[in-house]
């Protein structure tokens, strides 16, 4: 069964340090977004992309976040520089989106467990 | 934007017991409501969703129904085994699909 890839799970870095994520959604799945989960809460969306397109990254914090979807498959989600309260699960999810009539189930990778110190 | 609370945030039944999750939503426009149930160091899984135009859907042990007057659905577990405890996120989707979720139920399961 395809499962979304994401890379590293787990990540330790220093704060003012860069760090970066991947994400290898299931193929043909035009809809990817980044969600942000701290313990004990729900996933907060960061970035939905539209194959290469950007649809909403409202509650991106883009002095030091960035994400980018160039070709319109993989991921990458950048935190430069990382704060302590960074601190979260990254969860990638994709599905079918557009290609679909209907809104179609949401796929999540394992995730990316990010620690600041 | 779209806003979903849900309660409760925590939840202890005994096996065999039925448990229920309440959630609403803020925007009349949402039109799909999927639930996720997310076991400690896993990924969200979905286990059951409904679509607006729907009031009740069953899936064996869990149903999920929809009030869209009232902007609130809610999840159902019957006859719980220590395997359902987890949490659990319920979702509402818009046109845009984007899925805004709930702040999660923890179910335990007490045997």
């Known amino acids: 069964e395809a499962e979304v890839a994401q890379s590293p799970r787990y990540k330790i870095t220093e704060k003012s340090q860069a760090v970066a994520f991947w994400c290898d959604p299931i193929?043909?799945?035009?809809?990817l977004y980044w969600y942000r989960q701290i313990l004990g809460q729900g996933p907060e969306l960061l970035v939905q992309?539209?194959?290469?397109?950007?649809?909403?990254d409202s509650q991106l914090p883009k002095d030091r976040f960035s994400a980018e979807r160039l070709k319109g498959v993989d991921s990458t989600l950048k935190i430069q520089p990382a704060e302590l309260g960074d601190s979260a699960m990254y969860l990638c999810?994709?599905?079918?989106?557009?290609?679909?009539?209907?809104?179609?189930?949401?796929?999540f990778g394992e995730g990316s467990r990010l620690t600041v110190l | 934007g779209e806003n979903v609370e849900q309660h409760p945030s925590t939840l202890s039944v005994q096996e065999g017991d039925s448990a229920v999750i309440k959630c609403t939503y803020s925007?009349?426009?949402?039109?799909?409501f999927p639930w996720y149930k997310q076991e400690l160091g896993k990924r969200p899984q979905l286990i059951i969703d409904?679509?607006?135009?729907?009031g009740e859907k069953k899936d064996q042990r869990i149903a999920v129904t929809l009030n869209k007057t009232a902007k609130h659905f809610s999840l159902h577990i019957t006859e719980t085994q220590p395997e359902d405890s987890a949490v659990y996120f319920c979702a509402a989707v818009g046109w845009g699909q984007n899925f805004v979720f709930g702040p999660g139920t923890r179910l335990s399961v007490l045997p």
């Open positions: 999810a994709s599905s079918l989106g557009a290609r679909t009539e209907n809104t179609g189930e949401l796929f």
């Open positions: 409904i679509r607006s135009n729907v």
């Open positions: 193929s043909g799945h035009a809809t």
């Open positions: 992309f539209q194959d290469e397109s950007v649809v909403d």
């Open positions: 925007d009349s426009a949402s039109n799909y």
